[in-house]
């Protein structure tokens, strides 16, 4: 009973040592995978550019807020 125990035990913590396959394993996977985020990026940026081109209005106009002074 303790050998099942121990070797159920056992396949556990190797089952949590495995490899995530999901991650690139190398250098040119993580420069292509790190690429394809930022241009991802980018063109989510673009694409919300031309409504956020004024800058917000704030009620201190730029200056500190009274919390922000000391």
Same mark, same amino acid.
């Not at 040119?28 to 081109?53: C, H, K």
């Given at each position: 009973?303790?050998?099942?125990?121990?070797?159920?035990?056992?396949?556990?913590?190797?089952? &949590?040592?495995?490899?995530?396959?999901?991650?690139?394993?190398?250098?040119?996977?993580?420069?292509?995978?790190?690429?394809?985020?930022?241009?991802?990026?980018?063109?989510?940026?673009?694409?919300?550019?031309?409504? &956020?081109? +004024?800058? +917000?209005?704030?009620?201190?106009?730029?200056?500190? &807020?009274?919390?922000?002074?000391?």
């Amino acid at each position: 009973m303790k050998a099942v125990v121990a070797g159920l035990g056992l396949m556990v913590m190797l089952g &949590a040592c495995a490899p995530d396959t999901r991650m690139p394993e190398s250098t040119y996977q993580w420069e292509r995978r790190q690429a394809r985020i930022e241009r991802e990026w980018r063109d989510d940026q673009a694409q919300q550019a031309p409504s &956020a081109t +004024a800058p +917000a209005q704030t009620s201190t106009n730029g200056a500190p &807020a009274p919390e922000d002074r000391f």
